[in-house]
């Protein structure tokens, strides 16, 4: 089995900042790229911030700028920097990762979801 499990989520003030984190965990032999997406009331999932293995990043415009991923490969645990909140940040941040699982000898591609870590921000 393979999980992601968020943390670092938490009710701020606007111009604050936050830094989220996800771990992998479980049969992994590789991740290739990893990133964040959010979902706010009402709205679809919208794509925040992704990373490739290579260390190649892409974010939204909304959150150019203020926003930084990062990887830590010996931890399998990807992190996402947010600086200088607003309101419309507000949202559940769920983790991505796609990666290979080793299971019993063999290698499976999967995509992987963690449960979601809510971020408030207060105006």
């Known amino acids: 089995q393979v999980q992601l499990v968020e943390s670092g989520g938490g009710l701020v003030q606007r111009g604050g900042s936050l830094r989220l984190s996800c771990a992998a965990s479980?049969?992994?032999?590789?991740?290739?790229?990893m990133g964040w997406y959010r979902q706010a009331p009402g709205k679809q999932r919208e794509l925040v911030a992704g990373?490739?293995?290579?260390?190649?990043?892409n974010y939204a415009d909304s959150v150019k700028g203020r926003f930084t991923i990062s990887r830590e490969d010996a931890k399998n645990t990807v992190y996402l920097q947010m600086n200088n909140l607003k309101p419309e940040d507000t949202a559940v941040y769920y983790c991505?990762?796609?990666?290979?699982?080793?299971?019993?000898?063999?290698?499976?591609?999967?995509?992987?979801w963690g449960k979601g870590t809510l971020v408030t921000v207060s105006s």
């Open positions: 991505n990762a796609d990666l290979v699982a080793a299971m019993n000898g063999d290698y499976y591609g999967m995509d992987v």
């Open positions: 479980g049969d992994i032999f590789s991740i290739n790229a």
């Open positions: 990373i490739t293995s290579g260390g190649s990043t």
